[in-house]
T-cell receptor
Framework: NAGVTQTPKFRVLKTGQSMTLLCAQDMNHEYMYWYRQDPGMGLRLIHYSVGEGTTAKGEVPDGYNVSRLKKQNFLLGLESAAPSQTSVYFC??????????????FGPGTRLTVT | KQEVTQIPAALSVPEGENLVLNCSFTDSAIYNLQWFRQDPGKGLTSLLLIQSSQREQTSGRLNASLDKSSGRSTLYIAASQPGDSATYLCAVRPRDSWGKFQFGAGTQVVVTP
């Protein structure tokens, strides 16, 4: 099993450009998440999905859109990148292992720089 | 809103000492708490998950305790090694969430030979 994979690993964008980050998981997990990690701030939830075809806003959703057309994939889009979106982006997936556990499994991250 | 705090932000210990990492949360209504390890430039690796009904969870040299009433969890790493150097994060799943976790900012640990 590859677990959770993310594409690309690194990207540099200019202000105003758009891009899509791809997350894929092969563990048949229902739940998927997009986080951003900034120095000293921990991980903050951008958007999440509780199943194929569903999405919901997290803590910091502005400037991002997501789609979950297939159970194994979760896409994060930036329509018009801003320097404030410079960050490391992590995708995660989880399942209910019983008693509401939802243990999370993370991808390796995408380092995005917006100039 | 649930807030998760990890103090100290950084910690340095000599090899062989036991590590004690703290995680505090403001709302005791949680489903569970998960401890992660993050190496520089890498993703998060799950270490332990403690259900709200459990007091502790153990895996090898790692032991995590949970005291919901006081809003605390502690991760103990016995006989630390240089390979334990990493950032350790805790995350809690509030009872009003849909499988979502709230993360602390992490404690950066350096174990010196």
């Amino acid at each position: 099993n590859a677990g959770v994979t993310q594409t690309p690993k690194f990207r540099v964008l200019k202000t105003g450009q758009s891009m899509t980050l791809l997350c894929a998981q092969d563990m048949n997990h229902e739940y998927m998440y997009w986080y951003r990690q900034d120095p000293g701030m921990g991980l903050r939830l951008i958007h999440y999905s509780v199943g194929e075809g569903t999405t919901a806003k997290g803590e910091v959703p502005d400037g991002y859109n997501v789609s979950r057309l297939k159970k194994q994939n979760f896409l994060l889009g930036l329509e018009s990148a801003a320097p404030s979106q410079t960050s490391v982006y992590f995708c995660a997936s989880s399942y209910d292992g019983g008693k509401g556990s939802y243990e999370q499994y993370f991808g390796p991250g995408t380092r995005l720089t917006v100039t | 809103k649930q807030e998760v705090t990890q103090i100290p932000a950084a910690l340095s210990v000599p090899e062989g000492e036991n590590l004690v990492l703290n995680c505090s949360f403001t709302d005791s209504a949680i489903y569970n708490l998960q401890w992660f390890r993050q190496d520089p430039g890498k993703g998060l690796t799950s270490l332990l998950l403690i259900q709200s009904s459990q007091r502790e969870q153990t895996s090898g040299r790692l032991n995590a305790s949970l005291d919901k009433s006081s809003g605390r969890s502690t991760l103990y790493i016995a006989a630390s090694q240089p390979g334990d150097s990493a950032t350790y994060l805790c995350a809690v799943r509030p009872r009003d969430s849909w499988g979502k976790f709230q993360f602390g900012a992490g404690t950066q640990v350096v174990v010196t030979p």
